[in-house]
C-alpha cells in the first residue's frame, strides 16, 4: 500500500503542476515591460474591483474546475483570501493552501509575502502551495517561490486559466 502511494502521488502532483503551469510564460515576467491586450487588462481590473462574495464564487469554480475542493475560505485582508483545497483522491490526495491577492494596480508581490506564505503552507502541512495574484510578482519573488515549489499564477496566466476553464466568465469579466 505504501508504495502505491509512493507511486501515484508525485504523478499527482506533476499532473495538477501541469494543468497549472499550461499557458505560463517559463521566464519571469517584468512587470514594467509585460504588454496586455485591453480585455485582459479589463478583465484584471474588475477582479480587483469584485466584491468578495462574488470573488470567492469565481475561485470557488476555478478550483473545481481544476479538480479541487474549497474545504476552507478565509479573508486574511481586505484584498487577501486563503484558502485551502483539497484534492479528494483517497490515499494519494490532500490539501493544498491557496493565497489570493488582489493588490492595488501597479504594485507587484514582493519576496517578503512569498517568504510568508510560503511558511504558512509549511505549517498546515500543505502537499502544495498556489499563490494566484491579479498583478505581477518581482523578479525575487519569482525566484523565492520556485525555489520553494511554489506554484505562481500572475494576472496574465490567471486570465488564461479562466479563458480555458471558464470562458463565458472571463468574456462577462472582459464586458463589465
Not at 499532473?15 to 480585455?39: H, Q
Not at 494519494?92 to 503552507?121: N, Q
Request: contains cysteine.
Amino acid at each position: 500500500m505504501a508504495a502505491f502511494v509512493l507511486i501515484f502521488a508525485p504523478i499527482l502532483g506533476l499532473f495538477v503542476i501541469a494543468l497549472l503551469k499550461k499557458n505560463t510564460p517559463t521566464e519571469p515576467v517584468d512587470p514594467a515591460t509585460e504588454v496586455v491586450d485591453a480585455g485582459e487588462a479589463e478583465a484584471l481590473a474588475n477582479l480587483v474591483a469584485m466584491e468578495e462574495a462574488d470573488c470567492e464564487r469565481l475561485l470557488r469554480r476555478l478550483m473545481t474546475s481544476l479538480g479541487l475542493e474549497v474545504v476552507k475560505w478565509e479573508a486574511t485582508s481586505e484584498d487577501a483570501f486563503e484558502l485551502i483545497a483539497r484534492w479528494p483522491q483517497e490515499l494519494i490526495g490532500g490539501d493544498y493552501v491557496v493565497l489570493f491577492m488582489r493588490p492595488p494596480a501597479g504594485e507587484p508581490i514582493e519576496s517578503k509575502t512569498m517568504r510568508e506564505f510560503k511558511e504558512a503552507a509549511y505549517e498546515l502541512r500543505a502537499l502544495k502551495g498556489i499563490f494566484i495574484t491579479t498583478a505581477q510578482f518581482s523578479q525575487e519573488a519569482h525566484f523565492v517561490g520556485e525555489h520553494y515549489g511554489v506554484e505562481l499564477v500572475d494576472g496574465a496566466r490567471l486570465v488564461g486559466l479562466l479563458r480555458e476553464r471558464m470562458p463565458s466568465l472571463l468574456s462577462q469579466l472582459e464586458r463589465v
